[in-house]
């Protein structure tokens, strides 16, 4: 009786330590998406070099995005985001997946496309 009171014991406290983990992963991702709400604003040059444009994407916590890009003119593109499996996922227009890492007292967003690698730096407002 005392064997099968130790096994259950031990049965019992693998499992808790075991379901514990989960709640870390969860939280890690709860902290990540609380970090992208707010507006991110970038200013890039065009291909050719000659004269800039803003891209602008507000983050809402209910994983709505908003993009605005200002060059000549304006346009606001409504989208969607998502971090799932560690990498950010973009729905605006089309679907784009990116690494991401925040800097600068998360201030700082660097965000890099899966497709090409070339890193963009957008700054929180």
Same mark, same amino acid.
């Given at each position: 009786?005392?064997?099968?009171?130790? !096994?259950?014991?031990?049965?019992? !406290? +693998?499992?808790?330590?075991? +379901?514990?983990?989960?709640? @870390? *992963?969860?939280?890690?991702?709860?902290?990540?998406?609380?970090?992208?709400?707010?507006? %991110?604003?970038?200013?890039?040059?065009?291909?050719?070099?000659? $004269?800039?444009?803003?891209?602008?994407?507000?983050?809402?916590?209910?994983? #709505?995005?908003? #993009?605005?890009?200002?060059?000549? $003119?304006?346009?606001? *593109?409504? $989208?969607? %985001?998502?971090?799932?499996?560690?990498?950010?996922? +973009?729905?605006?227009?089309?679907?784009?997946?990116?690494?991401?890492?925040?800097?600068?007292?998360?201030?700082? !967003?660097?965000? #890099?496309?899966?497709?090409?690698?070339?890193? @963009?730096?957008?700054?929180? @407002?």
């Amino acid at each position: 009786m005392k064997k099968q009171l130790l !096994l259950f014991g031990i049965v019992v !406290l +693998l499992v808790c330590v075991g +379901l514990s983990g989960c709640n @870390q *992963i969860s939280n890690t991702l709860n902290s990540d998406k609380s970090k992208f709400v707010g507006t %991110w604003k970038t200013d890039i040059k065009n291909q050719y070099g000659v $004269g800039n444009y803003t891209d602008t994407y507000i983050f809402f916590s209910d994983g #709505t995005l908003s #993009t605005t890009y200002l060059g000549s $003119g304006s346009v606001n *593109i409504p $989208g969607s %985001w998502e971090i799932k499996d560690g990498k950010l996922v +973009l729905t605006v227009m089309v679907q784009a997946v990116y690494n991401y890492s925040f800097s600068n007292n998360d201030h700082t !967003l660097t965000l #890099t496309p899966m497709a090409d690698g070339e890193s @963009q730096h957008f700054y929180k @407002q």
